[in-house]
Structure formats: C-alpha cells, structure tokens
C-alpha cells in the first residue's frame, strides 16, 4: 500500500515490487488516479484498489489503516511517501506556513507510522518503507523549515525500526539527495539548479526495491552521499552557513 498515493516515488517504488501482488493506493480524490493505476497494472500488479487518505487530516489515519487490515488481509509493504517542498523564503516568515510543512511532512507522518506499526506487530510480518532525505542530516540554512522536518522524521523513523527489531517487522528508511521531479519542479523553474548527485524517481525507486529485496534497514541515494554528508556533519558551523541549497 503506498500513503501518498501520487507521489512520483511512492507509485515508482510501487511499481518495482508490485508483480504478482495487489496494490492499494491512498490519496485524496482517490476516483483520480487512473494513471497511477495504470502504471502499477503495466508492472504486474494484480488489481489495484484506491482509498481516500488526507495527510493532514490526522484524526483518520487510525481509523484508516486499521480498515486496511480487516476480514484477513495482510500487508507486506507499507510506503509512507507523502510531503510537501513548501517555500523556504516564505516559511522563515509566515507561521502558519511552516507550521503546515511541519505537519505534513513530521506530524502527519507518525500519524500514520504509528497505527501502521501497531498493525504490522499484531500480524508479526511486513515492511515500513519511509522516505526521509539528505536535508534531514545536517539542517541547512537555505531550507531549514523543511530540513527540520525531515531531521525530525528521520529520528523517529530510526527510533521506530529499533522498537520494530525483533517484531517480525522492519522499517527500510530512505534518505534520497535531490530528486528531479513533481515536488521540485517548480523550485527548478525559479532558477535553482539542482543539487550535485541529483536523481530522478525512478532512479530512487531502483534503490529503494534493490535495498528491501537485500533486507536492509537504511538506503542513501545515491550511496556517495554518506561519506559526503559525515564529512559535512564535521564542518564548522561559520562554513556550513555559507554553503549553498
């Protein structure tokens, strides 16, 4: 089941495991994803099914996932891929506007980490895939509102595969540099180059369904940014204020 149902990197990593198995996709306007469906059918899937999932309507994400495990069905891939980029310049001074990148892309996100976790315990099997990101690591001044988040989400996230070990239950953490895609798009179109190691979705869904298929816990896309961002994590914090997006 993908959280996040339009998401470019949700669908694509969808679509890598998706051959032999059904699909649920969870989104707003779920009547409007006729593409996404599609493309997961094309990949092998055997039917694909569509709820109406709001991120940040927080009081029914319980609810919904527990709707998702009834009458027997089982889950063996959860994909949290749902966020928001915001506007970095605007969120420095516009509360209510950070506050909404916070909780889409951190309130929202335990929402539904949580009552998944709680499902996946109870059935003793399955996999949690979260997409966290580089900007997480070392938060950095040109997007702090949105770094923060995902510095925020990566903690929990690792925190949760921790409490998961030994459950029968995993959580693959995804920490992608820049993606070239929907999301970035318009940052792009301002005139913001992308940054060094960028990737496309697709690229990042290869990475992702290479790392669950080997059992692994955590993936940096690509695998040059770990050393690169320990070495960042080093650097005096004079330097790393003048270091561009």
């Known amino acids: ?8 990197i949700g669908v694509a990593t969808a679509a890598r495991l998706a051959e032999g198995n059904r699909v649920v996709l969870a989104a707003r306007r779920p009547d409007d994803l006729a593409g996404e469906t599609q493309t997961l059918l094309s990949a092998g899937a055997t039917a694909v ?9 927080i009081a029914s994400h319980t609810a919904l996932v527990e709707s998702l495990f009834r009458d027997g069905a089982r889950v063996d891939v959860a994909i949290v891929a749902f966020g928001i980029l915001g506007d970095a310049a605007r969120s420095e001074t516009d509360v209510a506007h950070a506050l909404q990148i916070a909780h889409t892309d951190y309130y929202a996100q335990i929402s539904v980490m949580t009552p998944l976790a709680v499902a996946l315990r109870r059935q003793g099997s ?9 900007a997480g690591v070392r938060v950095r001044r040109a997007n702090y509102v949105y770094g923060s988040t995902k510095a925020g989400l990566d903690g929990f996230a690792s925190g949760l595969a921790d409490a998961l ?14 993606v070239v895609g929907a999301m970035t798009r318009e940052l792009m179109a301002s ?12 690229q990042v869904a290869d990475a992702v369904a290479k790392a669950y298929r080997k059992g692994r816990g955590e993936v940096w896309i690509p695998g040059v940014l770990r050393p690169i961002f320990f070495g960042m994590r080093l650097l005096p914090r004079p330097v790393w204020r003048r270091l561009p997006r």
Do not use: K, N, Q, W
């Open 126 to 134: 399955g996999t949690i895939i979260v997409f966290s990101s580089v």
């Open 1 to 8: 089941m993908v959280f996040g149902g339009r998401s470019e």
């Open 49 to 57: 099914d569509t709820v109406a999932f709001d991120a940040d309507d």
């Open 165 to 178: 070990h030994g459950s029968g239950v995993r959580l693959l953490l995804a920490r992608p540099g820049f």
């Open 191 to 202: 005139g913001v180059e992308p940054a060094p190691f960028a990737r496309t979705a697709d």
